[in-house]
Nanobody
Framework: QVQLVESGGGTVQAGGSLRLSCAAS????????MAWFRQAPGKEREFVAT????????VYANSVKGRFTISRVIDTNTGYLQMNRLKPEDTAVYYC??????????????????WGKGTLVTVSS
């Protein structure tokens, strides 16, 4: 089992920045991929970004490409999502997800093995 806890959400003005963190605990040695998703009020959850724990593969949603940066620090089992040039449409609850090599790991559909409880990001205009 892997437990995920997000932090770093808050309220920021449009054009500002926030950095989200995702602290992983438990059987983290088997972590293969970490991803960020978001769900805006009244909308379905959507994929934001993903990174393999080795760092060799990074993918972004078109809506955040060039503004958001995903990263991870293996030694501390922590993933990050640096969000710059935030827009009001980025307002959502942001979730961290992770998977092991042989677990559910389809980030394009949100079929991930482990999930955090989310952190709220509000961008005011």
């Amino acid at each position: 089992q892997v437990q995920l806890v997000e932090s770093g959400g808050g309220t920021v003005q449009a054009g500002g920045s926030l950095r989200l963190s995702c602290a992983a605990s438990g059987r983290t040695a088997s972590t293969y991929r970490m991803a960020w998703f978001r769900q805006a009020p009244g909308k379905e959850r959507e994929f934001v970004a993903t990174i393999t724990w080795s760092g060799g593969n990074i993918v972004y949603a078109n809506s955040v490409k060039g503004r958001f940066t995903i990263s991870r620090v293996i030694d501390t089992n922590t993933g990050y999502l640096q969000m710059n040039r935030l827009k009001p449409e980025d307002t959502a609850v942001y979730y961290c997800a992770a998977c092991t090599l042989f677990g559910r790991c389809v980030y394009s559909t949100g079929d991930m093995e482990y999930w955090g409880k989310g952190t709220l990001v509000t961008v005011s205009s």
